[in-house]
């Protein structure tokens, strides 16, 4: 097939969602398909405001860009990350084009808003003060709505969760034929090599990555704080930006601060070496699209405590695989910490099914079965004969 990907974002292997982009490119290459490219400096922007270039000149660069494609290409599928292509959707729609237009997302934005701001009223999390808050909810509501008018006109939707799928079909109203969950893999490097062996030396040392309050920083800060002061023995590191460092060490407590290291964002490299030191990974989010941490941890024979949202709630097994846990739930991150802490047996078990587990997913399988729903759709009358 020949196929176009576009995604507002740089081309980085490292990054979430475009990582994924990147990984599934190569892939899709890999398979034999033709592929070609265009990311954030190929489509252009002159708005500096996030969310303004978002509502106001997204969708027209991608109208633009993707007409363009289509008709010089000779693409038999246009794949374009999250509903900013809704104007490009319906543009293909009207001009009844054949071929398959694939809205990606890494994450559903409405979902996600509607998720967090029950979390941001619970755990008090500062949201835009009144009145200035209308405009931004206003500005909010367009954005969601994207989503919405992308699915009227796409051919198909790809998620990473099977809550994100769910949502697509009840709440947008997609035919469930027409909306695959495909879950996201590890980077190559963290199966290439084999994984230490969880030692009880090993479990003693805890990681949590992440410093949005969506990524369970409340709950790990006081998890932390109860488990270091039980335990001497053990030792923690907090992977988050620079500019975070001072708001995350003010939650956690003060006694135990001088034992969470903060080495900053990293490379994938240098973050390797993290889940190789470390025994106990701490994904306890509030929401994901997917989370390829949990799923790099699995693969260097971590035990993950996580929680059911995103690729965790696919792919985790409790007391199988990992761990999962209620959400904003401290006592429930200290309880499992303590299972692997003082049963090493459990411990080494689970990071063996954790390895196994990640090495059932691979960049190559989510390209294979992109592919195959490439193929699926393609079988399927076009939206605009169904309408």
Same mark, same amino acid.
């Given at each position: ?19 994924? =982009? ?53 693409? =038999?599928?246009?794949?374009?990350? +999250? ?26 934005? $409405? ?58 079909? %009840? ?40 410093? =949005? ?12 704080? +109860? ?42 490299? %240098? ?57 904003? $739930?401290? +006592? ?56």
């Amino acid at each position: 097939m020949r196929i176009l990907f576009a995604a507002d974002v740089p081309p980085d292997q490292n990054s979430g969602a475009a990582g994924t =982009e990147y990984q599934t490119i190569q892939a899709l290459r890999e398979l034999g398909h033709k592929v070609d490219e265009v990311w954030a400096k190929d489509l252009g922007r002159r708005i500096r405001h996030g969310n303004l270039h978002y509502l106001l000149e997204l969708p027209r660069t991608y109208r633009r860009t993707l007409a363009t494609a289509r008709r010089q290409g000779g693409y =038999e599928v246009l794949h374009v990350n +999250q509903g900013h292509c809704y104007l490009a959707a319906r543009q293909a729609f009207d001009e009844r084009w054949p071929g398959v237009f694939i809205f990606r997302s890494h994450g559903l934005d $409405d979902r996600m808003g509607a998720v967090l701001s029950r979390w941001r009223r619970e755990l008090g999390s500062p949201a835009r003060p009144w009145p200035k808050a209308l405009p931004g909810r206003v500005l909010d509501w367009l954005l969601d709505r994207h989503i919405a008018l992308a699915c009227r006109y796409i051919s198909g939707a790809i998620v990473s969760s099977s809550l994100d799928r769910d949502f697509l079909i %009840s709440h947008h109203g997609m035919p469930s034929v027409r909306v695959a969950c495909l879950p996201q893999a590890a980077s190559p490097r963290f199966l290439g090599a084999p994984p230490c062996p969880l030692t009880p030396d090993r479990a003693k040392h805890l990681l949590f990555i992440g410093s =949005e309050f969506w990524k369970g920083t409340h709950a790990v800060a006081a998890g932390l704080t +109860q488990l270091l002061s039980e335990d001497p023995e053990l030792l923690a590191t907090w992977v988050c930006p620079e500019r975070s460092r001072a708001a995350m060490m003010e939650i956690l407590g003060p006694a135990v601060r001088p034992r969470v290291a903060f080495p900053g964002w990293m490379s994938q490299e %240098s973050l390797m070496g993290l889940y190789d030191s470390h025994g106990v990974l701490l994904c306890p989010s509030l929401f994901e699209g997917f989370c390829k941490a949990f799923l790099e941890g699995m693969a260097r024979g971590m035990c993950v405590i996580g929680t059911p949202t995103g690729g965790m709630c696919d792919i985790v097994r409790d007391g199988g695989n990992g761990f999962v846990v209620p959400f904003n $739930d401290p +006592q429930a991150i200290v309880a499992a910490t303590r299972r692997v802490l003082r049963n090493p047996a459990l411990a080494a078990s689970i990071a063996t099914c954790a390895r196994r587990t990640a090495s059932e997913y691979s960049w190559l399988r989510t390209a294979s079965e992109t592919a195959a729903f490439y193929q699926q759709l393609q079988e399927l009358p076009p939206r605009w004969a169904e309408a």
